[in-house]
């Protein structure tokens, strides 16, 4: 029972590169979110999706976008990596619902530092 | 639009004494409210959750938290701190009905310290 896997768990990249933090969940969730961890900050949300081939603005989306082509697969990426996006990214999963009452499930984390 | 605030960033206690972690929320609407918690280099795993059934919820190893709409508070509390509870811990907050899809706001955290 895998649950929320974030691949990969760790990267380090140039400032200008790009790349894509994969999340994949086995619980057949409906909705997805993509987070980062900075201290001090909690978590801020940064995108997100009811489903499949549907996405949405978080909190701070802005450097980011986000693909949903399955149901179990929600992407990361960022065009053009900056300093400020060093952080921990977390990807959550849960079971649709428009009132809010369903627990996210986590994923681990990826760490990723922009030199 | 939603708030959380936690209520200093580090408690520490000794082993076998109340852990108590403040919590307080803004929310236009009715809201549903989370504690997590998150080990060094882990994700963050539920604790407990309210969602407008009772006031005082029970949750995983031994916390509870109590819901009090008139001080917009949802502690987190332990009667018996122990070594393995060190882990940081977050409020979070999402919006009853509507369109809220789950959205969670986060408190900054607070990270628990216990003292042998």
């Known amino acids: 029972n895998a649950g929320v896997t974030q691949t990969p768990k760790f990267r380090v990249l140039k400032t200008g590169q790009s790349m894509t933090l994969l999340c994949a969940q086995d619980?057949?969730?409906?909705?997805m979110y993509w987070y980062r961890q900075d201290p001090g900050m909690g978590l801020r949300l940064i995108h997100y999706?009811?489903?499949?081939?549907?996405?949405a603005k978080g909190e701070v989306p802005d450097g980011y976008n986000v693909s949903r082509l399955k149901k179990q697969n929600f992407l990361l990426g960022l065009e053009s990596a900056a300093p400020s996006q060093t952080s921990v990214y977390f990807c959550?999963?849960?079971?649709?619902?428009?009132?809010?009452?369903?627990?996210?499930?986590f994923g681990d984390g990826t760490r990723l530092s922009i030199l | 639009a939603q708030s959380v605030t936690q209520l200093g960033s580090h408690v520490s206690v000794s082993e076998g004494a109340l852990v108590l972690l403040r919590c307080n929320y803004s929310s236009s609407v009715p809201p549903y409210l989370f504690w997590y918690v998150q080990y060094p280099n882990q994700g963050l795993q539920l604790l407990l959750k309210y969602t407008s059934a009772a006031t005082l919820v029970k949750g995983i190893n031994g916390f509870e938290a109590e819901f009090k709409k008139s001080e917009t508070s949802f502690h987190l509390t332990k009667p018996s701190a122990h070594m393995s509870d060190a882990a940081e811990y977050f409020c979070?907050?999402?919006?009853?009905?509507?369109?809220?899809?789950?959205?969670?706001?986060f408190g900054q955290g607070t990270i628990l310290t216990v003292h042998p």
């Open positions: 619980m057949n969730h409906e909705y």
């Open positions: 999706s009811v489903g499949e081939g549907t996405t």
């Open positions: 959550a999963s849960s079971y649709s619902s428009r009132g809010g009452n369903q627990p996210q499930h």
């Open positions: 979070a907050v999402s919006l009853a009905g509507g369109t809220s899809y789950g959205k969670l706001t």
